[in-house]
């Protein structure tokens, strides 16, 4: 197995690539599939907005908008939520999060809204980021779209919209590359294990 670096919650760990479940094909595939999905069952474009997390959830977000609209030939608001202080999860030590702008360029009162992320894991960054748009106001819905579910859920949250549904083990971590992050695309397996 190759040794590869990779990011979690802002702190570079180390671990083997174990699997790769998606490539780039793969990727562009399943986003074009939610995409219909998303159209299909938000009865209709008015109203609609997309919200991802920072990072990689507004890459996905972007990339489904645009599917939208080569299908559609609508034109889906998009804004950027950083949801870092409304995390229930972080430590008081030393490491200090990394705080982004939220970006939302449209009033969420009435909209109906996807939010989007590249893994549903324990629930609690989708918690964080319904917690920050309900600060902002209330929306006629908000619906959850996710390029990878792994599992282990802390909180009772479910993705309205699944790329793939990916069981992990606890020493395994779902590793997602974008082009516009990485300088490639794909999905990996990554067990977190030393020396296996």
Do not use: W
Not at 80 to 102: C, E, K, M, N, W
Not at 121 to 140: E, F, H, S, V
């Amino acid at each position: 197995m190759m040794r590869e670096g990779f990011f979690d919650g802002g702190k570079r760990m180390e671990g083997n690539r174990k699997t790769t479940i998606m490539d780039g094909e793969t990727m562009q595939r399943t986003l074009k599939r939610i995409a219909h999905q998303i159209i299909e069952n938000t009865e209709g474009a008015k109203d609609l907005v997309f919200i991802g997390i920072a990072r990689r959830g507004v890459t996905i977000a972007q990339r489904i908008a645009g599917y939208i609209h080569e299908f559609e030939g609508v034109t889906i608001p998009i804004g950027t939520l950083d949801i870092t202080f409304y995390r229930d999860d972080l430590t008081h030590g030393s490491d200090q999060p990394v705080v982004g702008a939220s970006n939302l360029v449209f009033d969420v009162n009435g909209k109906k809204i996807v939010l989007f992320d590249d893994v549903l894991y324990t629930g609690r960054t989708a918690r964080a980021a319904m917690d920050a748009i309900m600060d902002l106001g209330r929306p006629n819905f908000i619906k959850f779209a996710v390029l990878v579910d792994r599992g282990h859920r802390e909180l009772p949250i479910r993705a309205d919209f699944v790329g793939k549904n990916v069981p992990t083990a606890a020493h395994e971590l779902i590793s997602v590359k974008v082009m516009e992050f990485d300088g490639e695309e794909s999905v990996d397996i990554c067990d977190l294990k030393n020396g296996d």
